[in-house]
């Protein structure tokens, strides 16, 4: 917990540093974005994996008020899990996730953008999409997920087109999860078990202002 509250304040902090030169008018766009995601788990003890494919798909909220600078909300609905490697078991868990990102930005009509900063997530649903062991006693074979609340940063890198009030994107974005899916006691199996997730995205905004 004191790793995101320390990169929370590592955004703030990088947005003070740039936020120098405000815009006359600021602005503001919503719009929906969504795509494909290559998710794993990183656990501790490993367990030999590959990604596994899944989707997308939210609402973005925007605000720019500084030249370069600005900020970033979505609500979005995210597949991850894993897949064990020999396609013997896969698991798909569902999340609702809340990234708040700082939003830089270079260019006017055509735009490259990078975006980061914290995200919390909030799991909805698991579901065993594959299961090929024979009385299989494995820990994330056999047990759900402990934890259902989620959190940890995200950041991505991309570019975008601005025609008159119209903005279409395309984004590649990774995050990591610093909380476990599974309970990492003395007495439980796993040390860690932390969501990874790689997507990429195509959004449309449009600017109400």
């Known amino acids: 917990m004191k790793k ?15 936020s120098q ?33 899944g989707n997308n798909a939210g609402a973005v909220f925007r605000y720019i008020s ?15 899990g894993w897949n064990e490697a020999g396609d013997i078991f896969s698991r798909r868990l569902d999340y609702i996730e809340l990234p708040f990102m700082t939003h830089f930005y270079a260019g006017r009509g055509f735009r490259v953008f990078f975006n980061l900063g914290p995200k919390i997530s909030y799991l909805i649903n698991e579901k065993t999409l594959i299961d090929l ?10 047990q759900n997920a402990d934890n259902k609340f989620d959190y940890g940063f995200c950041a991505g890198l991309g570019f975008l087109l601005k025609i008159k009030k119209q903005v279409f994107q395309l984004e590649a974005r990774g995050s990591y999860s610093m909380s476990d899916v599974y309970s990492n006691n ?14 990429v995205n195509f959004s449309w905004l449009l600017q109400l202002k």
């Open 4 to 18: 995101a509250v320390l990169l929370l304040f590592f955004v703030l902090f990088t947005s003070q540093i740039f």
């Open 133 to 142: 062991t024979t009385e299989s006693d494995a820990v994330q074979q056999t």
């Open 21 to 53: 030169i405000r815009l006359e008018k600021p602005e503001m766009y919503i719009g929906i974005t969504g795509g494909e995601t290559g998710s794993m788990v990183n656990f501790n003890p490993s367990v030999d994996q590959t990604y596994l494919l």
């Open 186 to 199: 003395k007495r439980d199996y796993f040390d860690a078990s932390n969501n990874i997730n790689a997507c």
């Open 66 to 80: 500084d030249r370069n600078l600005g900020v970033q909300a979505e609500l979005i609905y995210t597949q991850r």
